[in-house]
């Protein structure tokens, strides 16, 4: 069986196209021999005269001997003309041959400039599943290199003819596979519903993940202050990615429990993965101390335990990421670094602006710090709306194709309006297109003080609400049912398509109201409606901008 990359595709949900294209990973995976690589999801950026010129090729097979196949899918209908194959978008049309040809050329410059000149063994293929051409004399691609509708089951022997298994080995292979997986689209974000796989991606033109592994600095020490949005997730990612291919030991320490239930079934093995708590807990244990966290000052006890704590081997590491770093409390610095092996690589990931718990920056003297303000993930019209709200000098630059979102505003009075504005919410969202698997519903409170945290059930919709319990495995429990329903506090970090933002209630949009509404706002990717109160949506109104 082929090895396919990313990890993970099985459980993702796509339509249309896209499910077609998880059709053909699935004929691969099952008619390749696990001798090729197949990398899905391929995406790539260079500028040009000061232009983004973005490509796209859908599969790169990797054989051992190095060579690469790269297979253009279009699902559908071509036409034909004089001038090749063309596939019809919309009110666009797009030459296939040439775009083949050119996502071909930019793929191999752009490896070349990152391998001091060395080239591509690249091949290229155009699988058209759904349509027969006709006139293959004039389609522009050579014809043992279409693989249509006719000759459909033989995709996968034409790419063992393609790329033959009896040619040796190449160590040209090694920077073949990090180089594809580096340009890989399909990186989970950190994403839509905390322990579960949401087909849901982020694309970064040029971003974290690509810039801040190339810095270079002794020691290696950076931190990243990134807007929501602009990458950071992916660029944790990148490194736990680059630790594992290397044989580094990794270690990804947040301080939200959510958040690290789910980056742990999207990190790469063996990745350590925790919050400061957890990492505490595990080391206290490894020393033979239970901690007994129904004593008061429990936590106190367990940090200062990890500070003192003598260190085995197996708890020193060669990359350390801190995420969410604004939520950390400067007494853990010292403690947490105290893993980092001699001449080791330390990553401090922060966004001031998502500061709920307005704890201070923690101190980080000879660091080099690198400024992220650009947000990927949130559509135009959601950055619109808070840049209006954030004023003059914090403005976030947006950088995300999607636009006509419309921040959508139900204002409601007392618990009984907050239930039926939530549930109007609930019900233009279904009809709008979206699925329940792709809603998130949100609290602006904490789920302790929320007036929806007791309910089960809104409308017809069963809620999928953490329990506050975890599995045997350490997993998290929540209620039966599609819709999420969480606090913001215990969302950041991950995103959903279609973001509700509940219960918005304060009596003027002080700072702290601000960062949550910000934060709860920038989970969208396509769609946010707040539900406010009256006295909320008044404040909002009065907002200067």
């Not at 253009?72 to 209908?77: A, P, R, T, W």
């Not at 003819?161 to 990186?187: H, K, M, W």
């Not at 966290?293 to 081997?313: H, I, N, S």
């Not at 949550?516 to 404040?539: D, E, I, N, P």
Request: aromatic share 8%; proline share 5%; glycine share 8%.
């Amino acid at each position: 069986m082929a090895r396919i990359h990313p990890h993970g595709w099985r459980q993702v949900e796509a339509l249309g196209a896209a499910q077609r294209e998880i059709e053909t990973l699935v004929r691969l995976a099952a008619g390749l021999p696990d001798d090729y690589t197949v990398f899905h999801g391929v995406h790539w950026t260079r500028l040009d005269q000061g232009c983004s010129v973005f490509g796209e090729i859908d599969f790169a097979i990797v054989s051992p001997s190095a060579r690469v196949l790269l297979i253009e899918q279009k699902s559908g209908l071509l036409s034909e003309t004089d001038d090749g194959l063309v596939k019809q978008y919309g009110k666009t049309a797009k030459n296939v041959p040439i775009q083949i040809a050119r996502n071909a050329e930019a793929l191999h410059s752009r490896y070349s400039r990152a391998h001091g000149g060395d080239k591509l063994h690249l091949e290229t293929m155009l699988y058209c599943p759904d349509y027969t051409v006709r006139q293959r004399a004039i389609a522009g691609i050579e014809d043992e290199r279409i693989i249509d509708a006719s000759r459909r089951d033989t995709l996968v022997a034409a790419i063992r003819t393609a790329l033959p298994l009896d040619e040796p080995d190449s160590p040209q292979t090694a920077d073949v596979f990090r180089f594809f997986g580096d340009l890989l689209d399909l990186v989970l974000e950190v994403g839509a519903v905390a322990g579960t796989v949401e087909a849901l991606y982020t694309r970064l033109s040029g971003g974290l993940a690509e810039w801040g592994r190339r810095i270079e600095c002794d020691p290696f020490r950076l931190r990243v202050v990134g807007t929501a949005g602009s990458g950071k997730t992916q660029l944790a990612m990148a490194v736990l990615r680059d630790g594992a291919q290397a044989g580094r030991r990794s270690l990804y320490v947040c301080y939200n429990r959510p958040l690290a239930d789910h980056v742990v079934r999207i990190a790469p093995a063996p990745a350590e993965v925790a919050t400061y708590h957890q990492l505490c807990e595990r080391i206290a244990r490894s020393i033979g101390q239970r901690p007994d966290f129904g004593q008061p000052g429990a936590f106190a006890a367990l940090e200062r335990t990890f500070a003192e704590a003598p260190l085995q081997d197996r708890w020193r590491f060669d990359d350390i990421v801190v995420d969410e770093g604004q939520d950390f409390d400067a007494a853990w610095r010292d403690p947490l670094l105290r893993l980092l092996r001699e001449k080791g690589r330390a990553w401090w990931l922060e966004d001031p602006m998502q500061n709920l718990y307005e704890r201070p920056p923690v101190d980080l003297p000879g660091w080099v710090t690198l400024h992220a303000d650009t947000n990927y993930r949130s559509p135009g019209d959601i950055l619109d709306y808070l840049n209006r709200l954030l004023g003059p000098g914090r403005e976030v630059r947006g950088a995300s194709p999607l636009h006509g979102s419309d921040v959508q505003i139900i204002d409601y009075e007392g618990t009984a309006g907050l239930v039926d504005a939530t549930k109007t919410a609930i019900t233009q969202c279904i009809g709008a297109g979206f699925p329940r698997t792709m809603i998130a519903v949100l609290t602006f409170r904490g789920r302790e003080h929320s007036a929806l945290s007791s309910h089960t059930q809104l409308g017809p919709h069963k809620l999928r609400a953490p329990t506050g319990r975890y599995d045997l495995l350490g997993s998290p429990e929540y209620t039966e049912g599609e819709l999420l329903l969480d606090s913001v506090y215990r969302f950041k970090g991950q995103s959903a398509p279609c973001v509700i933002l509940t219960e918005i209630d304060f009596e003027t949009l002080d700072e702290r109201a601000l960062r949550r509404l910000f934060v709860g706002a920038t989970r969208a990717t396509m769609k946010l409606v707040l539900v406010v109160s009256r006295r909320a949506g008044q404040a909002l109104l009065a907002r200067p901008g």
